[in-house]
């Protein structure tokens, strides 16, 4: 059973604890918070955890994984700590710029330790129902893709599109594997909020295809939606959906408003559940496929250049 220590219980932090403890793989050894609220609340639900308010009490050699769900402002700090001593999660964004992800990179080489990093969509059973399509050109060329993505926690340390955006980025660079070759974008603050919250951005990858991203921490509903263009059909993606998150358009005939519609069979299972199994799997084989050949960076020259 492999040992985890977990920084950071405010939003996120339950919600990654609640999926290491339903792991057969992982045993939660530390909880570490700031907050004594937030580490009594941690206690309530995990008795056998040994909690702190300080993270230099975690004993590195008695755990397998750190995993940072602090504010991003303090993931490079914690990140350059840890991956001295053992392998680190840490929650997206990965760090404030790309000159921090390559730092993070370097002590991970030099230290043989992993870096793995919480873009849950990149695990969803939707994105990668998706990313088959792509591959196996089953609806043809794909022309366009639409990304609309609304309402999340305000941040100071991070603005829109590194908070959200982040998932964007992260999931097209997935699908892709390469990064625009030109980025427009229009940023702006539509709220007395300290940084951005509003973002609109068009990015050109190679053979034409043209990305349109929304995203907005201002919005009364919650809205995770891509839609993907493809020569035969269109394919709507809404993370929101509990069962049927994937729909097909084909056109019927040819009338341009008629349309079949397909729902195939996804994986539903928790995206983060799914994340923590691969970071399972990864330290036992020692081995990090969709992190190596500089994921993290390249996602974070995107979210620069934006
Ligand atoms: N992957 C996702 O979909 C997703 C979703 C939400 C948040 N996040 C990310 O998770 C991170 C945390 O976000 P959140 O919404 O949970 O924030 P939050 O403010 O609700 O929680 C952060 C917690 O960290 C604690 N903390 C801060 N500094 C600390 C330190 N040095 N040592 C120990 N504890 C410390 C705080 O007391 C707080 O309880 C952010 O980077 C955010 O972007 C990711």
Redesign the pocket.
């Known amino acids: 059973m492999l040992k985890v220590a977990m920084?950071?219980?405010?939003?996120?932090?339950p919600?990654l604890a609640r999926n290491f403890h339903n792991s057969k793989n992982f045993e939660i050894k530390y909880i570490?918070?700031?907050?004594s609220k937030?580490l009594n609340f941690a206690k309530s639900e995990y008795p056998f955890a040994i909690v702190s308010?300080?993270?230099n009490d975690i004993d590195t050699n008695k755990v397998d994984l750190v995993v940072?769900?602090?504010?991003?402002k303090?993931?490079y700090?914690?990140g350059e700590y840890f991956l001295k001593k053992t392998n680190v999660l840490?929650?997206?964004?990965l760090a404030l710029s790309s000159k921090q992800v390559l730092k993070l990179n370097n002590i991970s080489k030099i230290f043989k330790t992993h870096i793995f990093v919480?873009?849950?969509?990149i695990f969803s059973g939707s994105i990668n129902y998706i990313k088959k399509l792509i591959l196996n050109k089953k609806f043809g060329k794909l022309l366009e893709i639409e990304s609309y993505r609304e309402q999340?926690?305000i941040?100071d340390d991070?603005n829109v599109v590194w908070?959200l955006g982040?998932?964007d980025i992260s999931i097209f660079y997935y699908l892709l594997g390469s990064n625009p070759s030109s980025i427009k974008s229009t940023i702006f603050k539509t709220g007395k909020n300290k940084l951005n919250d509003s973002a609109y951005i068009n990015m050109k990858y190679k053979n034409n295809l043209n990305i349109f991203i929304r995203n907005s921490w201002i919005s009364p509903v919650k809205i995770r939606i891509i839609k993907f263009k493809f020569e035969k059909a269109i394919l709507i993606c809404d993370e929101n959906e509990p069962i049927y998150k994937v729909k097909i358009y084909q056109k019927k005939g040819s009338n341009d408003l008629l349309f079949n519609i397909e729902i195939p069979e996804i994986n539903l299972s928790e995206p983060?559940f799914n994340l923590v199994e691969y970071v399972a799997r990864s330290i036992k084989k020692n081995t990090n496929h969709i992190f190596k050949n500089n994921f993290n960076y390249n996602v974070t020259k995107v979210l620069e250049k934006i």
């Open positions: 920084i950071g219980y405010g939003y996120w932090g919600k570490i918070d700031k907050s937030q308010n300080k993270y940072i769900s602090t504010p991003t303090s993931h700090k914690l840490i929650e997206k964004p919480d873009y849950p969509f999340a926690p941040r991070a908070d982040v998932h983060l």
